[in-house]
């Protein structure tokens, strides 16, 4: 990919899961395991009926989390810590995605869904701790999902994000939109490419994407 088309860019933002990682980890399979148990106990639904809810939170509010707060009032701290208590033994280090991160000029961001406790977790797995300027969970955006624009604002303000000088580096290809809106390069990190007017590139291999923006 042309190095050129970077060449504006000095803040780098980055998703956590399926993207500071392979999807082969399945790391969030885990994740959804716990979710639907949640989702089991907090309203007395059978498995089938948490998954069909689950699903629906998903689509309509973009997360879990931010479906059962609009709809049931959920608390979002215990959710939190419930779901995330998972196994990182899938996850290995990375020397080669550690060295790609590390020679990007500027500020460098983690910004995730997840909570920024489990962000931190997931990074000293996989070798990356204190590569970034700052770790964001969906708490500093006052509990606003990606791919919602109000979620980007208030972590960017956080974060001292620029958009026009930023990248964004996220699995989800829905997250994305908000960014190019933004006027930040777009990359999306997965398995298989979507032709979509708000992603700019595409890798599914993130490590040796950014080797060539040096």
Do not use: C
Not at 73 to 81: A, F, I, N, R
Not at 97 to 103: E, P
Request: proline fraction near 6%; charged fraction near 25%.
């Amino acid at each position: 990919m042309p190095k050129h088309a970077f060449s504006h860019v000095s803040q780098w933002v980055f998703d956590l899961d399926n993207t500071l990682y392979h999807p082969s980890a399945r790391l969030f399979d885990q994740i959804e395991v716990k979710m639907t148990a949640y989702v089991m106990d907090a309203l007395k639904v059978d498995k089938a009926e948490a998954d069909r809810l689950r699903s629906h939170y998903w689509r309509e509010h973009g997360t879990t989390l931010a479906g059962l707060m609009r709809e049931h009032d959920l608390d979002p701290e215990p959710y939190l810590e419930a779901v995330h208590d998972i196994s990182m033994d899938h996850l290995e280090e990375d020397a080669a995605l550690a060295a790609g991160i590390h020679n990007l000029p500027g500020k460098k961001i983690v910004f995730t869904n997840g909570s920024a406790p489990y962000a931190e977790r997931v990074l000293a797995a996989r070798g990356l701790s204190g590569l970034f300027d700052g770790v964001f969970g969906v708490e500093h955006a006052d509990y606003h999902p990606k791919p919602e624009r109000r979620a980007f604002d208030k972590v960017f303000a956080r974060a001292g994000v620029a958009p026009q000088q930023a990248a964004m580096f996220e699995d989800d290809a829905r997250n994305l939109a908000a960014p190019h809106e933004m006027g930040m390069r777009t990359v999306h990190v997965a398995p298989e490419p979507l032709a979509a007017a708000h992603i700019h590139h595409h890798s599914d291999d993130l490590a040796g994407f950014l080797a060539k923006l040096i």
